[in-house]
C-alpha cells in the first residue's frame, strides 16, 4: 500500500541529510590542519619551574577569592 508522504516531510529529510553532509565535511576538513596534531617534540615545550627554585610565594586564597 502506498502512503501519501508530504512535502515537507521529504524536503525535511533532505535537509537533514544534507546538514550531516556538511558536518561531516567540516570535521574532515578540521582534521587536515595542524591544531589536530601531536606536539612535535620535548625541545618545544616550556619548562616548568620545579618548588625550590620558584623564588615568588603564593598565598593561600580564601572561598571569597581574597589571599589569607
Not at 22 to 42: F, I
Amino acid at each position: 500500500m502506498i502512503e501519501y508522504v508530504s512535502i515537507v516531510g521529504i524536503i525535511g529529510t533532505l535537509v537533514t541529510f544534507l546538514m550531516i553532509v556538511a558536518m561531516l565535511y567540516l570535521v574532515w576538513l578540521a582534521l587536515g590542519q595542524d591544531a589536530h596534531t601531536p606536539s612535535p617534540g620535548e625541545t618545544e615545550q616550556p619548562e616548568l619551574a620545579d618548588g625550590e627554585e620558584s623564588t615568588e610565594t603564593q598565598g593561600e586564597l580564601t572561598a571569597d577569592g581574597n589571599s589569607a
